[in-house]
Each structure stands twice: as C-alpha cells, then as structure tokens.
C-alpha cells in the first residue's frame, strides 16, 4: 500500500479584521469548514492533529495553544477526546509546518488522517500597533548585533542606509533591503515590484477570503503611502486575523470513501524543509534548498508547474522567489513579474488568491490557506480567478529571518490525480 497522503478537506476563513470572532470561534470556523469539505460529519477518523500559531501568548495564552483552542470542540464530540494536538511555531512559515507534521505522520505510516490547522489574530482594537514590537521574535534577539551589522553593511556597500522604523515592523525594513540589493545587483526595478503588487490585488479582487478586495493599478500601487524604500504600503502585507485547516489521510483511508470524495482529493506530491543561515550574498536562498526536495521528490521539475502561491510579505519576495523557485533565472525575477507572466492567463500564474500582500498574513494561517487556494484550483473550483487545466501546483511559505534569508521555508507541491 502506497505512503501517500492526500488532502481530504481544506477550509479557510476570510482574512481582515475580525474584533468580535475569538480564537475559539476562528478555530470552529476552519475546523469545521474543512469537515464540511471532506464530507465527514465529525471529526471522529482523526487521529492527530498539528495546531500552528504565533502570537496567542499576546491574548494571554501561551503552552498549550492548540489544546484550548479545541476545548469546545472535544466537548461537543465534534474532535476525539484523546487525539494529540500537537502545537506548532514557526514564524510565518507556522501553517506549513503544521502540514509537513501532519503529512508525515501518515508517511511514516503512524495515522490514516490527521488536521492540520493555523490561526492567528493580530488585529487590537484597542491598540493597532501594540503588537508590532513581537514580530521581532523572528530575529535573533539574543545577538542582534549580528543581523544589525550584516544589513548596515549591506546598506553601505549599496548606498541605502538601514534605518529601521517606530511605524512598522523590522521585517518591512529587513525586506526593503533585499529589495534594495537586488535592485542594485541586477537593475530590478520599483515599477516591476509594482507590476507585481497591482496583479495581486486585482486578484484579490476575486477572492471573497481576501482581506483587500480591490484592483489597483501599478502606478496606484507606486503612488501609496511610503513604508521602508522602496516599499510602498500596496506592497506590503497587511494584518489582520483569520484561520485555515486541512484534513489530510492515507490511500488507503481515501478509498474507504465515496466516488464524489476521492474525486476531489489532492495528492501531496512532494514537500521539502530547508534551515536558514546567513549566507552569501551571491548565494541562493534555502526555499532554493526547499523547492529542490520538492521537485525531486514529486519527480517532475519547475516547467510542470501549472501555478503557484509563495510567499510575498511584500511584493519584491514574488520577484525574488520566482527565481528561487527556478521559474526564472537569477536575476530575471523582475522582468519576470514586470512582464506579466505571473497573471491569471500568463505564462505561470503565481499567487491567484490574492498573495498576502491582498489575501492577508494572519501568520499562523497563512501556509495552510496558500493550501486552501491551490486545493481549490487543482479541483477546479476558483471561479472567476480559475487557472485551467492545472495539474501540479507549488506552494512556498518561509518564516523568520537570519540575515539576508528565512528562518525556515517549505515548499509542497500538490497534484491533482485525473
């Protein structure tokens, strides 16, 4: 019997500003909705579950995240009482993390269906920016030195001074220097970055679990509110709150199931796991090091790619990590993107459902929600933002930061069996 594992159901909520949903009532929501979707009635065949979250201890819950958050849920007999919920942190690469634990114990041949589920909520009321000092906890807080000298020295050799800012997170600094180095390496451009932004809006657009749901064009995108340079506030993620949750199994449970179920499951044809580091410059990224696991596990390479969800924190990580992901060459990335070769209807259409910067980065939710997106393309189901025909979509998702690169990044490749 084959180790496969297949994703059963997958739900997300939408994104934005959610003050009067709690966590309970965001995990109920995902949970539930993926349930739905895989046409089970309870939650009785699962056997773990892999919960992903970041920031609960701001609301004042810290240790056992997961757990509490599914309290009512094991009352009411919709979750076994006695399945491990297993708690999982990875910065924003959280959600991808919880599907790599909840894919592997299936691999291992330990469970036949395990949840993997993220949340987070980011959005007080009472205070908008008060949590802006805890995305720090992705840096190294224990030698900051370190990471502050590796980018004024980058800053320096390009001329673009780092200069962190009150009114935003380090990462928006951190990412504008990237972008800020890649521009003067190979001539990339903010007008490219825009061309990419204003795409992803415009999908957005078309997604009714967006947290932006308006188009803009990419002189709009230009003309927003400054954040760090060359970043405009249209390129970067917003907060907000929300949850995503997938129910993943077995071959073998899979065809316990009726015709009209296991036609709409989603093979997880590969998923790599790379570690950050501070590296070269001149070297590439470790969603590089992921994208490679991936390929070489679900045997096909980037050209079978039909489409893909990565991770754009701001719009420069779509440029960039189109390269990453060998979709283009190093250093091509902006013309890429500039070209539009990333819509709907273009040559590889990245980020359908809007892509963090329009969808929303609820941190722990977001890995499982670029599931949500590419499970429902590969079935078909996307509407108006539907790529046709697709057979293998690719999901990149990295969280954290060490120097120049991510913490920690997967990279899944999913496959719809025809």
């Given at each position: 019997m084959s180790n496969d594992v297949y994703v059963l159901g997958v739900h997300t909520t939408a994104f934005g500003r959610r003050p009067d949903a709690s966590i309970k009532d965001l995990t109920r929501e995902a949970y539930l909705g993926a349930l739905a979707d895989a046409g089970l009635e309870t939650g009785r065949d699962i056997e773990a579950a892999w919960f992903g979250n970041c920031l609960m201890y701001y609301w004042g819950q810290a240790l056992?995240?997961?757990?509490?958050?599914?309290?009512?849920?094991?009352?009411?007999?919709?979750?076994?009482?006695?399945?491990?919920?297993?708690?999982?942190?990875?910065?924003?690469?959280?959600?991808?993390?919880?599907?790599?634990?909840?894919?592997?114990?299936?691999?291992?041949?330990?469970?036949?269906?395990?949840?993997?589920?993220?949340?987070?909520?980011?959005?007080?009321?009472k205070d908008p920016r008060a949590i802006f000092p805890h995305f720090a906890g992705g840096m190294d807080l224990l030698d900051p030195q370190e990471w502050e000298a590796e980018y004024s020295a980058i800053g320096e050799k390009i001329g673009v001074p780092f200069r962190p800012g009150e009114d935003r997170t380090i990462a928006m600094d951190t990412y504008a220097m990237q972008a800020n180095y890649h521009m003067a390496t190979y001539g990339t451009t903010a007008e490219q970055i825009a061309v990419g932004a204003a795409k992803n809006h415009c999908n957005g657009a078309l997604n009714e679990k967006a947290q932006y749901r308006f188009e803009m064009t990419p002189e709009e995108v230009l003309a927003d509110r400054p954040i760090s340079a060359p970043l405009t506030r249209a390129m970067c993620?917003?907060?907000?709150?929300?949850?995503?949750?997938?129910?993943?199994?077995?071959?073998?449970?899979?065809?316990?199931?009726?015709?009209?179920?296991?036609?709409?499951?989603?093979?997880?044809?590969?998923?790599?796991?790379?570690?950050?580091?501070?590296?070269?410059?001149?070297?590439?990224?470790?969603?590089?090091?992921?994208?490679?696991?991936?390929?070489a596990q679900a045997g096909i390479g980037p050209r079978d790619i039909?489409?893909?969800?990565?991770?754009?924190?701001?719009?420069?990580?779509?440029?960039?990590?189109?390269?990453?992901?060998?979709?283009?060459?190093?250093?091509?990335?902006?013309?890429?993107?500039?070209?539009?070769?990333?819509?709907?209807?273009?040559e590889l259409p990245v980020n359908t459902s809007g892509g963090l910067v329009s969808k929303g980065h609820p941190i722990g939710a977001t890995g499982v929600s670029m599931c949500y997106e590419l499970a429902t393309q590969l079935r078909g189901e996307a509407g108006a933002r539907q790529v046709e025909g697709a057979t293998y979509a690719l999901q990149e998702n990295g969280g954290g930061i060490i120097g120049m690169e991510e913490a920690l990044a997967a990279v899944s490749i999913y496959e719809r069996i025809r």
């Open positions: 056992t995240r997961g757990n509490i958050a599914f309290i009512p849920l094991v009352r009411e007999g919709l979750f076994p009482d006695r399945a491990p919920i297993v708690n999982v942190e990875g910065a924003c690469a959280t959600g991808s993390l919880a599907i790599a634990g909840a894919a592997k114990e299936i691999r291992a041949g330990d469970a036949d269906v395990t949840l993997a589920i993220g949340l987070e909520k980011l959005f007080d009321q993620a917003p907060m907000g709150d929300g949850a995503a949750a997938a129910i993943l199994c077995s071959e073998r449970f899979l065809k316990t199931q009726p015709a009209a179920v296991r036609d709409r499951a989603i093979r997880i044809a590969g998923l790599g796991l790379a570690g950050g580091k501070y590296r070269g410059l001149d070297e590439p990224s470790l969603t590089r090091a992921a994208a490679d696991k991936a390929y039909d489409l893909a969800e990565v991770h754009d924190a701001t719009s420069f990580c779509e440029i960039y990590q189109c390269e990453m992901m060998r979709f283009c060459e190093e250093g091509e990335g902006g013309a890429f993107v500039g070209s539009g070769a990333t819509k709907i209807g273009g």
